[in-house]
């Protein structure tokens, strides 16, 4: 049994999920000026743990990071967000939790998910996965942030 751990969140883990997010996209706000879509609002958190969506990410039994998942339309599913607390990071928590995602539900053929354009050890990191850059876009056409989308496919 792998030492890292999905676990489904509970409404109760809301607040630490989301105050973990905080703490983890910290260096996201302090580059971009801002944090992700909805990790500030504490009712987003509990409406993806209410539809079954959020993970908690466990290392030997301790909270290390939070993960959530969306269904696409093409039978995919989007990474909405991962993220492993500091301390918790090169341990392989985040190959192991990359590893358990693509066997979350035997129905998906592929996996897509979105990382800002300056975080190149994400690039690195999913890139060694099998994952492979799709494109990249602007959320906001006035502000130079850009955003990469990447995909693995896992079955035809």
Not at 26 to 53: H, M, V
Not at 56 to 82: N, P, Q, S, V
Not at 124 to 149: A, I, N, S, T
């Amino acid at each position: 049994m792998s030492e890292t751990q999905l676990v489904l969140a509970t409404k109760d883990d809301a607040a630490l999920l989301q105050d973990a997010a905080l703490a983890a996209f910290q260096e996201d706000f302090n580059l971009y000026g801002g944090f992700p879509p909805n990790i500030e609002s504490l009712d987003w958190f509990e409406a993806q743990i209410e539809n079954k969506q959020f993970y908690k990410i466990l290392y030997k039994d301790t909270f290390a990071g939070g993960f959530c998942i969306e269904d696409t339309d093409d039978g995919g599913m989007d990474i909405r967000y991962i993220y492993i607390a500091e301390g918790f990071q090169n341990k392989g928590v985040g190959q192991s939790v990359m590893a358990q995602a693509e066997t979350l539900r035997n129905d998906i053929t592929r996996i897509y998910l979105l990382t800002p354009y300056k975080a190149y050890r994400n690039h690195y990191f999913y890139e060694k996965l099998g994952y492979q850059k799709l494109g990249e876009f602007h959320p906001d056409p006035d502000d130079e942030f850009r955003v990469f989308e990447y995909q693995k496919c896992l079955r035809e």
